[in-house]
């Protein structure tokens, strides 16, 4: 498995691998760097992440054994199973999967671009401005589009109105992090009044927009995120070196040779269109793009840039919190965003108090 150290260098045949990395060659004058750790972490949370995708298809209202579920799975198993595993469960879990990574692999692209463990792209009103367009849909406005097409409109918006606020300061000045809270606030304030304005079953059929939802998801849009994140995840491999120099002031990653403004577009665009993606077949879940790369700095070691592990653990998050809101209180089925919601917050609490503890010492 690649991972996110992967880097592709130009060098003589006879360069050996450094410590901790494996050194593949792709051609004559073309290396890839491969760490050890890396390949080991990913493989066991890929493990993980299939025990909770089997746990997820085959807890329910109606249990299913996992030996069935992997019979199914394997095109075998009765009708019921059949019905109840691919029909109604897996594209749910699909949705989960793709989301949780698309979150959190923007979670971890817009951190590591903004120097900031506590930035996330609802930092530029992408999630909020979502929302608006989507519920604007759904209480009928006037608009024929879908409300997961209205979804991607708005995350398109909105970073189209933090540059345009923004100016010429660029992606890291204040003027650019304001400029997104302000249109994350009036989106959210857009996103109420509409609210306020419809009866109560309009507002109810709006409600998972607002909160975040895995229930009957466009199949079209789960696709479409699928191969977003595929596409997305390829240009983190082959640009993970001139990511990994983001973290550095300007002055050094412009001595080494780099252009500094390009790599920042470059993650930008990718954070949003992972974003916007994820917001239109979802809603806009809170709290999963700051988790899931938290938790893989954690099992990186605080090593680099942990791209692919970020994108595993955002997946594993939300299959998780799917499949506790389904349980827990079943019949009635709690929202994947209030259980995010509720789950992170403490999360987040507690990043701050260590944090904060850090900067006093």
């Known amino acids: 498995m690649i991972n996110q150290s992967l880097s592709i260098t130009k060098q003589a045949d006879t360069v050996s691998a450094p410590s901790g990395h494996h050194l593949l060659s792709l051609g004559r004058h073309k290396t890839i760097l491969i ?15 299939s025990c909770a995708c089997i746990a997820s298809l085959a807890i329910g209202t109606m249990p299913i054994s996992p030996k069935e579920v992997i019979a199914v799975l394997l095109g075998h198993g009765n009708a019921m199973s059949q019905f109840i595993v691919q029909d109604l469960r897996l594209p749910r879990l699909l949705a989960a999967l793709f989301t949780g990574a698309a979150f959190s692999l923007a ?3 817009m951190q590591t671009m903004a120097r ?3 930035a996330t792209p609802g930092i530029i009103g992408i999630d909020n401005a979502a929302m608006a367009f989507a519920v604007s849909s759904v209480v009928g406005m006037g608009i024929s589009l879908a409300p997961s097409a209205m979804a991607l409109a708005g995350a398109a918006t909105a970073t189209a109105l933090a540059f345009g606020l923004a100016g010429g300061s660029g ?3 204040y003027r650019f992090i304001v400029a997104g809270i302000g249109i994350g606030a009036i989106a959210g304030a857009v996103t109420q009044l509409l609210l306020s ?3 109560i079953d309009v507002a109810n059929s709006a409600y998972p927009w607002t909160v975040g939802s895995l229930s009957a998801r466009d199949p079209f849009m789960v696709n479409l995120l699928g191969a977003g994140i595929a596409l997305c995840l390829i240009a983190c491999l082959l640009f993970s070196t001139q990511f990994a120099l983001m973290p550095f002031s300007d002055q050094v990653i412009t001595g080494l ?10 993650a930008l665009v990718l954070c949003v269109t992972l974003t916007g993606l994820a917001v239109a077949v979802a809603g806009p879940v809170g709290l999963v793009a700051l988790v899931g790369p938290e938790i893989a700095r954690v099992l990186a070691c605080y090593r680099g840039i942990p791209l692919i592990s970020s994108a595993l653990t955002g997946a594993l998050v ?7 809101g389904r349980t827990i209180l079943s019949p009635i089925e709690l929202p994947v965003g209030i259980v995010t919601a509720v789950v992170g917050g403490p999360y987040l609490i507690w ?3 260590r944090r904060t503890s850090r900067t006093s010492l």
């Not at 040779?257 to 470059?266: E, P, S, V």
């Not at 939300?318 to 506790?324: E, G, Q, S």
């Open 197 to 199: 304005q419809v009866s």
């Open 351 to 353: 990043i701050l108090i």
């Open 35 to 49: 760490e050890k750790h890396a390949i080991v972490r990913n493989t066991w949370l890929l493990m993980v992440l």
């Open 257 to 266: 040779g780099a252009n500094i403004k390009h790599i920042r577009i470059l």
């Open 107 to 109: 979670g971890c692209l």
């Open 171 to 173: 992606t890291r000045g």
């Open 116 to 118: 900031n463990r506590l």
């Open 318 to 324: 939300m299959v998780l919190a799917d499949l506790f």
